[in-house]
């Protein structure tokens, strides 16, 4: 089945080489074809060698010990974060680790809903999210506005799952302090119109957090000129291990911002009953730190600069695109899509008469792992009038027989059920 | 075929033709239960006799996979009628079962069609499906009891 | 020099071959001493190869996938957390994860300085620490205090540096609503009496926490006999890797506390302007979690277990009274240790004359790796009227031999800045 | 080696005999420093000739490690009496060779013995230790200046 004739930007073959777990058989033993990098991303064998490299030759306390591996460790530490800070465009300082984007977005609400802290809400001030928000960037901000009285608001989306903007000029009001939005839907690929958003939200002075989970894995990010006051993200979408998440905020946010977790390496002198801090990002960055886990994230974004990020999406987009035909062709599957040019690679969609539980079921049985469910995005699912979907999404290093493999597989599906 | 292991021709069946949907007046309380991962979810109604000993309906209304749907249905049909003290190892036998990773055959007497959810219990992420209703009718009978 | 003569309970010439970094070079081509185990430790092979099998073979979205690599995984993960909580004797909904002891302490700490927390403190409550508190056991309830009004109190230390307990039945009293110590001093080795001051907190009713950083690793924990609510440490002191801490605490006190961090799988259900929570230890895990470094930390578990935790400790006990003995003999060296039988590898001491960071960098030069500075517990730093101490701390795969190379070392501290 | 390369004699000397060191009454601005690693600190005097424009005295009072004692001893002989502008270049010439890892030979003329501290700054852990004293010193003359 080919669709599409394209040439691809990527040596595919040879990226597959470097993510030994693409080599692991599934159930039946078959090949598995892994199309849930929204979820979490593979690993290049470079990741892994950096992480257990650490381990081998300079474990140690980083920022605490003077002794010869403390000073390796650290050195590691401290370049690793410079380097994945310039692949945002941000500065080091700018650059907060955590451990997932999660921790990422309640450190900043954090800022919001804590007595003496000069950005306390009070009530009848708003927060603006969207209809569209992972629950990592919405529950946080639910609790902030339990907990101070703001008013929580959100942009609702349309049915073709885009931002709504038409009601916009009143959603962003002098009112609004915080506007906090994802970049790319985790569900729909949708990319949002942040030019557009941050201007105004600058025009009333409010602060402007992304939410670019999606968005840095996939494309080139920009801090610098996306005129946004902070961006998380986390480093196992992007090729990274698991416990490492990303605040990036200009200095003047982190200065006004208190410290959240608090301990060692945060402070600056503690006494019996008073202590003082240390300035931004260690006033962020309390107790022993995951500094094997920030080498390991440098070592994906070598990987990913190595392929060049360009590539990746021009990759990404043509299978976006190949997968979108085939579906089309679909009879009884319904594809939520944003009419958009530019989209991400997560794909959602249903099929007539199947449940997404019963779908990912056949196609796992297959050895095909995409994701079924609500996607942390359960308003996001309500708006859709479904309980759940089924959910493809392609990383660098998925082929376009992966596509067919998963299409053939969803006809199955329709035959298993006995559905027409 | 592990599929087919899964997918018996009786949970289908269940699934295509639910036993006794549908939410009755009738009934002392009622319980509902939401799949947190897959946002599944049933109401379920328990009314039991005046002596609180007897389940006399099980009525519910229920969005769901096959292997949820089903699993009501064939809760419908084990439970609709025996006393609170059969309810009791019939739930037992069953979630037993759906706890043993299908290594634990379970008794056809107690359960009826529910032994063909044995290849479910093989499937971790599914085992939440099949116990939905089960954990709705063991809450709203307990409740409908006291 | 042999001071004391001693079964050797530790095939430490194995052991030692199971850790990749002691082989490592220092300056000069020294071999690497490796004496502050108290600030982290090292990590056997098979804790590396656990971290890289799982991204090699499983690696996958744990808890929201429904596909094969999910299922693996999300096994993996609760098998993980069950043997880590069996290790502490707790049982795994007991158990919840996190990314270091700080944050452990922090979730804590947050239950009781949080609006519609059925624990938040009032004015005129009492929160008791000891003044021998890491700084993440102090500064989060000096927060406390701060957010609520409670007041801070602290267990004096005596001048050996054990807990002053002749003032406790005034300490501990109908005011006193937590109590949080140390199960084992980082600076000083000193063992807590946990017996005692449990069972008076019970008496008034106060919940207890224990710090057990420093105890896990070295010794015997029984978390289901300790007679406290929590416990908290960090895998990375106990051979685990970076990035995965430890609470455990009885399901009451979890019932009991709110989410801290919020979003994607603590939920049950969501909606644009209301969620509520799983149940713990779930609703305490926000974010996608570190599946690799949890599945690591059961297999450091599992390398402690086959050494035996008793001979660990009996080991331990060896080379600190070796240590101690030999510090005892040299000349202007003053030691700040507890009159205790049953104490932990960490010994502090003073050079007269020499800064500790001075006494850091000649054993630094000699391949000797200790720690110099305030160890995060500057509060006991002014108590013992230094600005900071020389720590040495001892582990599973220390030698007698590295012993005498550190006080041969440390003679030459004494002569390279002449001092008598 | 590369011991006797971090502790030169020169430092060794400034340590044990620090040139300057007390608190003086005369000063119109004060600066207090720790370095939160080790706990280290200083409080630094900076006292101005009338006109605002050269370092009449520089005093301090300080706890810590050889390297910071005797770069609190080198700072003062090299900066008083100096104007504040010469100072912005004995300062900037320091810190630059301080923060190069040990690869920036600094201009003797401008730093004097402070030239010795290039082994110090092979060793990133010491540096903030050789900076204490120095950073106190700008921010004292700096708030003195104003
Ligand atoms: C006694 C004690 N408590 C708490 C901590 C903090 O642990 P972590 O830095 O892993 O959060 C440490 C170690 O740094 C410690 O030794
Ligand atoms: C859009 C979006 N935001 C936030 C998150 C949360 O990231 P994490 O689970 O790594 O904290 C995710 C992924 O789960 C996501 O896709």
């Not at chain 1, 569900?187 to 600058?202: D, E, H, M, N, R």
């Not at chain 1, 208190?258 to 240390?278: H, N, Y």
């Not at chain 1, 792992?369 to 009038?385: D, E, F, T």
């Not at chain 2, 249905?73 to 309810?87: D, H, Y």
Request: with cysteine; aromatic share 6%.
């Amino acid at each position: 089945m080919t669709l599409i004739s394209h040439k691809i930007a990527l040596d595919v073959m040879s990226i597959r080489r470097d993510f030994p777990i693409l080599e692991v058989k599934m159930r039946n033993n078959k090949d598995l074809v892994y199309l849930d990098s929204a979820a979490t991303s593979q690993k290049p064998n470079s990741v892994l060698q950096a992480e257990a490299r650490f381990y081998e030759q300079v474990n140690s306390g980083v920022h605490r010990g003077a002794h010869y591996l403390a000073e390796l460790a650290t050195d590691q530490y401290e370049t690793a974060r410079a380097k994945v800070a310039n692949f945002v465009g941000a500065k080091p300082e700018q650059l907060v680790i955590t451990k997932n984007a999660t921790e990422s977005l309640n450190l900043l609400a954090y800022a919001f809903a804590t007595q003496n802290s000069s950005l306390l809400l009070k009530p009848g001030d708003e927060i603006l999210v969207t209809e569209m928000e992972h629950h990592a960037n919405l529950v946080p901000w639910q609790q902030v506005a339990e907990k101070t009285g703001a008013k929580l608001r959100w942009i609702p989306i349309t049915p073709a799952g885009e931002l709504d903007l038409s009601n916009i000029s009143e959603l962003i009001n002098k009112k609004t302090k915080v506007i906090s939005f994802t970049h790319m839907s985790n569900v729909l690929g949708t990319i949002t119109p942040v030019a557009q958003i941050a201007s105004l939200a600058k025009s009333v002075g409010a602060k402007v957090f992304l939410d670019a989970c999606q968005s840095v894995p996939h494309m080139s990010v920009d801090f610098a000129t996306l005129n946004v006051d902070a961006i998380v993200f986390s480093a196992h979408k992007m090729l990274g291990p698991l416990g490492v998440g990303m605040l990036v905020a200009t200095e003047e946010l982190l200065d006004e911002m208190p410290p959240f977790l608090t301990g060692g390496s945060m402070i600056e002198m503690v006494s019996m009953d008073k202590s003082t801090f240390a300035k931004a990002p260690k006033k962020f960055e309390a107790g022993t730190p995951n500094a094997a886990g920030i080498v390991a994230t440098a070592a994906a974004v070598d990987y990913l600069n190595k392929i060049g990020m360009n590539n990746i999406q021009a990759h990404e987009e043509h299978l976006t695109e190949y997968l979108l035909a085939g579906l089309a062709q679909m009879p009884g599957v319904q594809v939520f899509a944003p009419n958009l040019i530019e989209r991400g690679s997560p794909v959602s969609f249903a099929v007539a008469g199947v449940h997404p539980h019963d779908v990912g079921q056949v196609l796992d049985d297959d050895g095909i792992a995409i994701r079924v469910g609500h996607h942390c995005a359960w308003p996001l699912m309500k708006k859709l009038n479904v309980t759940a979907t089924s959910r493809v999404s392609t990383y660098l290093y998925n082929e376009q027989s992966e596509i067919d493999a998963f299409l053939t597989s969803l006809e199955r599906v329709r035959s298993f059920f006995g559905v027409k | 075929m592990q599929l087919q292991s899964l997918y018996q021709e009786v949970i289908l069946d269940h699934y295509r033709n639910q036993r006794g949907k549908g939410l009755r007046g009738d009934y002392q309380a009622e319980s509902h239960q939401v799949n947190p991962t897959c946002g599944d979810e049933i109401t379920l109604r328990a009314h039991l006799a005046e002596d609180k000993k007897t389940i006399l309906d099980i009525s519910y209304e229920s969005t769901g996979c096959s292997i949820s749907q089903a699993s009501a249905s064939v809760l419908f049909e084990q439970v609709k009628g025996v006393s609170i003290a059969e309810f009791e190892k019939i739930f037992n036998e069953y979630h037993a079962m759906m706890q043993s990773q299908g290594k634990l055959e379970a008794n056809e007497d107690l359960i009826g069609d529910g032994v063909a959810f044995i290849g479910v219990a093989q499937y971790p992420a599914r085992v939440k499906c099949a116990l939905l209703a089960w954990m709705a009718a063991k809450d709203a009978i307990g409740k409908a009891a006291l």
